[in-house]
């Protein structure tokens, strides 16, 4: 069956870099997505990549694949107290199931 | 990005009563509605799938007639909590989704944050 699996908790220090990581199960992902959900609202999606990827770059957002692993990581450069939030990855399957399976998130606390 | 609306953002109710979460796609046409429960500090569940115009598909666990939802329109479904009760009180957030969409991106709603006292 899918399991997305993160860790739950990362502090960093304002101005320096975020890695937030998560692993999968299921080989055949077909599109591998960072959310953010701030207190008390919906997810914004940040960035996705599709499985035939080994890295995309998006400003101060780098995600890397790294499917043999079934590992996929976010770093966000430069981190801000804006970017505390919740972040989910999750995965699809794609074709017409357009289903997501979400990881259980991993709260970044920023200090100052 | 498409925009999708939820409505109430927030409703406290008694036990026993019935609550409807309407779920709106404002600037595209949704072929595909999720409904999602959230507990606090946990991930995202998937409750249901719901197709404009036909029966939504439920999660295993997930009851088909507490949860009554309907996807009469391309740009609104609405999820019903019948018979609330204090442990239905979660964070239930929508997404909305085309098949014109090349990513099977999902547009998700704000959330809905039900209190069943």
């Known amino acids: 069956g899918e399991d997305v699996e993160q860790s739950l908790f990362l502090s960093v220090r304002e101005g320096d870099s975020s890695v937030i990581n998560c692993t999968y199960t299921?080989?055949?992902?077909?599109?591998l997505y960072w959310y953010k959900q701030e207190p008390g609202a919906g997810l914004q999606l940040l960035t996705y990549i599709f499985s035939n990827m080994d890295m995309k770059q998006d400003q101060r957002l780098t995600v890397l694949l790294n499917k043999k692993d079934k590992h996929l990581s976010l770093r966000i450069a430069d981190t801000q107290t804006g970017d505390s939030a919740i972040y989910f990855c999750?995965?699809?399957?794609?074709?017409?199931?357009?289903?997501?399976?979400f990881g259980s998130g991993t709260q970044l606390t920023v200090l100052p | 990005g498409a925009v999708v609306s939820q409505h109430p953002s927030w409703v406290i109710c008694k036990s026993g009563t019935s609550v409807k979460i309407e779920c709106r796609s404002l600037d595209f046409q949704a072929t595909t509605m999720f409904w999602y429960r959230q507990f606090p500090k946990q991930s995202l569940m998937l409750m249901a799938t719901?197709?404009?115009?036909?029966?939504?598909?439920?999660e295993q666990g997930v009851e088909k007639d507490k949860f009554l939802i309907n996807h009469a329109s391309l740009t609104l479904s609405t999820l019903t909590v019948t018979s609330a009760h204090p442990e239905d009180s979660s964070f239930y957030i929508c997404s909305a989704s085309s098949v014109s969409r090349l990513y099977n991106e999902q547009f998700f709603g704000p959330g809905t944050r039900l209190t069943v006292l």
């Open positions: 999750a995965e699809s399957m794609g074709g017409s199931a357009r289903q997501l399976t």
């Open positions: 719901s197709n404009e115009g036909s029966k939504a598909t439920y």
């Open positions: 299921d080989s055949s992902s077909t599109y």
